[in-house]
Every structure is written in C-alpha cells, then in structure tokens.
C-alpha cells in the first residue's frame, strides 16, 4: 500500500466507501459503462491507488484513482466529483493529490473530447494531448483524448505563450 502522505483533505478509499463511490459513477458516467461495486473491490485489492474526499458528515463527495506501472509510468483510473460540489477545487486537489502520488512517473489518462471541464483542468495541471481514440467509450461511442503529463512538465504559463 503507498503511505506517502496525502494532500490535506485526502484519504485513502476504504471499502465502506464503495457503494457511495459507485452510486457517483453512475451519476457521473452514465453512458460510459460506470464502474460498479465490484470493479472497485477489484482495484482495491490490486493494490491501486484511491482516495476520497468527504465531507464533514463523512459523505463522499469526490473520489480518484491511480495506476501505477511496473516501469516509470502511472495512469489516472478515474476521477469524479459529486455534481453539487464541483466547481469547488475539490477535482484539482484531487488530481494534485495523484500527481503527488506518481511521484516522478509519465502520467496518462483517456478523457471524452467532449468533456471540456475535465480537460481544462488537466491541461492547467501540464497534461498535453497525445492522441486521439476513437469510439472509446461504451455504449456511448464517444471518442477519447489520450493525454500525457510528463515527470517534469513545462509550466503551463510557458506553453500558453507558444501558442
Ligand atoms: C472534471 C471534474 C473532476 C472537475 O472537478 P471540479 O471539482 O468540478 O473542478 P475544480 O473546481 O477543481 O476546477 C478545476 C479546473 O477545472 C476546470 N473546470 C472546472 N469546471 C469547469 C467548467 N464548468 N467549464 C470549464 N472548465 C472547468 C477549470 O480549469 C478549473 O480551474 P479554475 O477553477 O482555475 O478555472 C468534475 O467536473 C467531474 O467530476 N466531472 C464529471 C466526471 C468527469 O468527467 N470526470 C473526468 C473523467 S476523465
């Protein structure tokens, strides 16, 4: 299990927490397969890893997950934010929180070339578009960005000037 500490209002993913963290997943991912119980109970016991954010009744309102590799790369599993709290910072300290977590790793992660939010906030973390995939998601059939953040990425304010 990583114990590296965790950004303040982080904590790990336990398995109490797994119905609240699957009933989001079908709020948030309705028609991109949304990660049931089970898949959950299975990224746990890999070992991967999963944090929450709750609120001060102990209610989930955001959850995250990384994959780390067996080389220097890591991959965002997931990342959602209860409907009635985003837009709060709760996704970036979230992501910042995996950031921290993949140490010095390449970073990647799939997201819908429609979901402008999610990618505003990985570009602003230095995530950077490498590719497209078609028809990713299921059933939907929307297309996916495939985005990388390198272990020492430009700062973002850099890449904005190039443009
Ligand atoms: C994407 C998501 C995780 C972002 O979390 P959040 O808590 O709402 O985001 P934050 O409040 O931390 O905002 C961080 C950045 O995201 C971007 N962002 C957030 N909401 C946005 C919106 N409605 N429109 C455009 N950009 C937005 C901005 O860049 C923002 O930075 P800023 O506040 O400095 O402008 C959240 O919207 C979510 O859960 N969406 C549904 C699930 C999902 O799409 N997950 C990602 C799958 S790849």
Same mark, same amino acid.
């Given at each position: 299990?990583?114990t ?5 209002s ?16 079908q709020?948030?991912?309705?028609t ?5 119980a ?7 016991a890999?070992?991967?890893?999963y ?6 009744s102990?209610? /989930?309102?955001?959850?995250?997950g990384? #994959?780390?590799?067996?080389q ?5 599993? *997931?990342i $959602?934010v &209860? ?18 977590a993949?140490?010095r790793?390449?970073i990647?992660?799939? /997201? ?5 939010? #999610?990618?505003?906030l ?5 995530f950077? *578009?490498? $590719?497209? &995939? ?6 939907s ?11 020492d ?9 190039r443009?």
């Amino acid at each position: 299990m990583n114990t590296r500490p965790r950004t303040r209002s982080t904590t790990p993913l336990r398995w109490w927490d797994i119905e609240q963290v699957a009933a989001l997943e079908q709020v948030l991912f309705p028609t991109d397969s949304p990660w049931t119980a089970a898949m959950f109970w299975a990224e746990l016991a890999a070992g991967r890893y999963y944090v929450v954010m709750r609120d001060g009744s102990g209610r /989930v309102d955001g959850y995250a997950g990384l #994959a780390v590799g067996a080389q220097d790369e890591a991959d965002v599993q *997931t990342i $959602g934010v &209860r409907p009635d709290r985003q837009g709060t910072g709760l996704g970036r300290a979230l992501l910042r929180d995996l950031l921290d977590a993949a140490g010095r790793r390449r970073i990647y992660l799939e /997201v819908r070339t429609d979901n402008a939010a #999610a990618i505003a906030l990985y570009r602003s973390e230095g995530f950077a *578009t490498i $590719g497209l &995939r078609r028809q990713y998601y299921r059933p939907s059939g929307a297309d996916a960005y495939t985005m990388c953040r390198l272990a020492d990425p430009p700062p973002v304010d850099a890449g904005k000037r190039r443009q």
